[in-house]
């Protein structure tokens, strides 16, 4: 399978503790994405990468929250300290730069947190 | 502020009918693109189609086809001869150009019936 990965796909943890997530994207792919997806609700934007910068963070992005992507190729999100309201889809998207004027983003199928 | 608005939470149509989902968007922005996106259960999003803001004709892809009205700020998709593999929560979403951060709307759940 070519597509973009996630693990793990669900999490379940107590309020306070730490999570990470990972993201392997398409493999030719040099932008990263991460969405969060509430229920009820569309993705929301959170961050992006182009190789290994990050080149925009949302302001739903709370210190609590820190994205790399070391190498340009998987990136980790990792969330401390959770609170309840952490719960939620994290979705992760790739996409390559080199298609023109719009470069469509590929999405992976998603980590779901659970926050107790 | 940059909003999409989907007003239908859930619809449902029979296989083989005609079933249109409707979204409208708010940007101030001229040059922006705009996506019909489908994320099946427990599947991950794919995009259906999308539409270029400078193009007046509408995108068409097999059975998926848009209307879009610019400036009304309305993007609506109309599936033809729905298969059950439709049903799925749809959403549409927007990008300005030069930018690279999707903007969605809070989805329409379809269900297709045989």
């Known amino acids: 399978d070519t597509g973009v990965s996630q693990n793990p796909r669900h999490k379940i943890t107590k309020r306070g503790q730490n999570v990470t997530f990972r993201c392997d994207p398409i493999?030719?792919?040099?932008?990263l994405y991460w969405y969060r997806q509430t229920l009820g609700q569309g993705p929301e934007f959170l961050t992006y990468?182009?190789?290994?910068?990050?080149?925009?963070k949302s302001r739903l992005l709370s210190d609590r929250f820190s994205a790399e992507r070391p190498k340009g190729s998987f990136s980790t999100l990792e969330i401390q300290r959770t609170e309840q309201g952490d719960s939620a889809m994290y979705l992760c998207a790739s996409s390559s730069t080199s298609g023109g004027a719009w470069n469509e983003q590929f999405f992976g199928p998603g980590t779901r947190l659970t926050v107790l | 502020a940059q909003t999409v608005t989907q007003s239908q939470p859930e619809m449902s149509v029979q296989e083989a009918e005609t079933v249109t989902l409707s979204c409208t968007y708010d940007t101030s922005e001229n040059n922006y693109y705009l996506f019909w996106y489908k994320q099946p259960p427990s599947r991950q999003m794919i995009l259906v189609i999308r539409?270029?803001?400078?193009?007046?004709q509408n995108a068409t892809e097999n059975r998926f086809s848009v209307n879009f009205q610019k400036a009304a700020k309305s993007f609506s998709l109309k599936i033809s001869d729905s298969q059950l593999g439709d049903t799925a929560m749809y959403f549409c979403?927007?990008?300005?150009?030069?930018?690279?951060?999707?903007?969605f709307g809070t989805g329409t759940r379809l269900q297709v019936f045989p």
């Open positions: 539409q270029e803001a400078y193009k007046q």
């Open positions: 979403a927007f990008i300005i150009n030069n930018t690279d951060k999707l903007i």
């Open positions: 493999s030719e792919h040099n932008r």
């Open positions: 990468f182009q190789n290994e910068a990050q080149l925009e």
